[in-house]
């Protein structure tokens, strides 16, 4: 593509999330294309499980946030109690409304996205966030998700929420399907360790990209594979 190896707004102002800083731990070239040539992967079918099993988690933990507890299946497991502002936490939860963001002057950048739910142990803040998966955690679990924590709990700090250096996965997988379908679910909070710097500085790294040129492909992305091939195909 002609003047395609150059970014169009490299002095702009960058909006990101976690789920792009995700996109761009995965490959630099496809987040650099998305965010400066607004060309983005091919999507498949979108399963509607996930979103469910999400809103009818939220609405259950609620349920508890008003009397002030937790869910007998976390108790005792995680630090802290239920976040109690909920019009706020609603509107954190959706992207289009979230006013939780941290925002880098000198770097032109603002990170903001959308959470689960969050904890309060004392005066600081512990994000939460809900996982549904159809098996338990792997040992690398955590690795995947770590820069999404590292990310929330920066945009708390940053929105004036100070925060322990905690966050939560809580795990969501199906056991048994007993009588009249009811299917059981394991339940497994896991304790993961965030830092802020690590959160800035993937955040930089970003921008650095976007202001660059255009990447490689990923040595491991199939989308980049498959256009290469197709590319020679065409030929």
Not at 3 to 24: C, D, H, I, T
Not at 128 to 140: I, S
Not at 166 to 188: D, E, H, I, M, R
Request: net charge positive; glycine share 8%.
């Amino acid at each position: 593509m002609k003047g395609e190896s150059r970014p169009v707004n490299s002095v702009s102002n960058f909006k990101l999330s976690p789920s792009a800083l995700g996109l761009f731990l995965d490959c630099p070239r496809c987040f650099w294309l998305e965010k400066n040539r607004k060309l983005k992967r091919p999507r498949g079918i979108f399963p509607s499980l996930p979103g469910g099993m999400d809103r009818v988690i939220k609405t259950y933990f609620d349920g508890y946030r008003q009397d002030g507890g937790l869910p007998p299946e976390v108790q005792g497991k995680v630090l802290g109690r239920l976040f109690q502002d909920l019009a706020r936490l609603n509107r954190w939860r959706d992207w289009k409304t979230t006013d939780l963001a941290y925002t880098d002057a000198a770097l032109q950048v603002t990170l903001s996205g959308a959470l689960d739910d969050c904890l309060i142990d004392g005066e600081r803040y512990i994000p939460l966030d809900y996982k549904t998966h159809g098996y338990g955690a792997k040992p690398e679990s955590i690795a995947f998700y770590q820069h999404q924590l590292d990310c929330y709990c920066l945009m708390l700090e940053a929105s004036g929420f100070p925060t322990t250096g905690l966050a939560y996965l809580v795990y969501y997988y199906p056991l048994t399907v007993g009588p009249n379908g009811q299917v059981a679910f394991a339940v497994v909070p896991l304790r993961v360790t965030t830092d802020l710097t690590r959160a800035k500085d993937l955040v930089a790294r970003a921008v650095t990209c976007l202001r660059g040129p255009l990447p490689a492909p990923g040595a491991e992305c199939e989308h980049c594979q498959w256009q290469g091939a197709y590319q020679q195909q065409v030929r």
